[in-house]
């Protein structure tokens, strides 16, 4: 009887799984996790924010605010008002984010 080799498969990081299932539930939230990710001591408003990521202010504004909600985001008034945004301080919530970036880094872009 001929075996048939299967690749080896990862394994699956269920931390992972379930943070992108709770956080970065589309693709705005996403690309807010992955500049965080990148620039993990960035703090600006809402307008600056999507500057850097190439979005509308008044679009990210409502995904900030669900992110500060859910914890991955710190909100604190800034200049003039605004509300300014920063990658949390929490460790655990800060490692997968890291590891999130981490893991887009390393697949291919299709």
Known sequence: MDLLLLAPTKEVDVDLLVFVERYATDLLKWDILTFFARNPSFSAPAAQIA????????????????????????????????????????????????????????????
Request: glycine share 8%; hydrophobic share 40%.
């Open 51 to 110: 500057q850097r990521i190439g979005r509308n202010a008044y679009l990210i504004q409502p995904e900030l605010g669900d992110l500060a909600l859910l914890g991955i985001l710190e909100q604190t008034p800034g200049p003039g008002n605004q509300m300014m945004y920063q990658l949390t301080s929490k460790p655990h919530l800060r490692r997968l984010i890291l590891k999130f970036a981490d893991q887009l880094a390393d697949q291919p872009l299709v």
